[in-house]
């Protein structure tokens, strides 16, 4: 089975932290995402990533970065948190190369609070 | 107007019922469409998945694709409180980013 994790289920930051989100898939795929999922506005991609070192700006990239210095490793960071960025951060892992039909299999979530 | 609208729920059901859970889009050039579903305090995880229009069936789970109408549609046959989960239902170009709904919340009645 296809595992994704996530380096937290639930991180508290302070306003202006640097935080850094992990997340690791073990079946040697591709591409991976970082989403964020809100109530009432669904999943929102955030940032993805077709190959290592390479990284394509999602729909809401702004605050955010990321960085995929291995094959099975895909960082997000907030540079300076705020409290608008308050959500649950999921990541998500797919085997073909631009090929959207594939699943996507994401990790358990990480809820970030911050305050 | 969002690319994807999908009522938010909840909807509750007896166990045993037919559940239908509905998408609507505006973005003609979507042909990849699928539906997650997500149990709380989980990742979403794929159910279904269809190409161009048509019905796709596996076990209790019928998924729907009218593109004339630009709507899907997921069915669950005999419904278990097991299928108690929000569902999401996405959709794509190909070769381009997923585009989810804001997910559907389900709770099945014993």
């Known amino acids: 089975d296809v595992k994704v994790t996530q380096s937290s289920r639930y991180l508290v930051k302070r306003t202006g932290e640097k935080v850094f989100l992990e997340c690791v898939q073990d079946?040697?795929?591709?591409?991976m995402f970082w989403y964020r999922q809100d109530p009432g506005l669904g999943l929102r991609l955030i940032y993805f990533?077709?190959?290592?070192?390479?990284?394509e700006k999602g729909d809401i990239p702004e605050g955010y970065s990321v960085s995929r210095e291995k094959k099975e490793r895909f960082s997000l960071i907030l540079e300076s948190a705020s409290t608008n960025q308050t959500s649950m951060y999921l990541c998500?892992?797919?085997?073909?190369?631009?090929?959207?039909?594939?699943?996507?299999?994401f990790g358990p979530g990480t809820r970030l609070t911050v305050l | 107007q969002k690319e994807v609208e999908q009522d938010p729920g909840p909807l509750s059901v007896p166990e045993g019922a037919i559940v239908s859970l509905n998408c609507t889009y505006s973005?003609?050039?979507?042909?990849?469409f699928m539906w997650y579903r997500q149990y709380s305090r989980k990742g979403p995880e794929l159910l279904m998945y269809?190409?161009?229009?048509g019905n796709k069936e596996d076990g209790r789970f019928t998924a729907q694709v009218d593109k004339s109408s630009k709507y899907i549609s997921l069915f669950i046959r005999d419904s278990q409180p097991s299928d108690s989960a929000t569902y999401l239902c996405?959709?794509?170009?190909?070769?381009?980013?997923?585009?989810f709904g804001t997910g559907t919340k389900l709770q099945v009645i014993p």
């Open positions: 998500a892992s797919s085997a073909s190369q631009g090929a959207v039909g594939d699943t996507q299999y």
């Open positions: 079946m040697d795929h591709e591409n």
């Open positions: 990533s077709y190959d290592v070192k390479m990284k």
């Open positions: 973005n003609s050039a979507f042909q990849y």
């Open positions: 269809t190409y161009s229009s």
């Open positions: 996405a959709m794509s170009r190909g070769y381009q980013k997923v585009t």
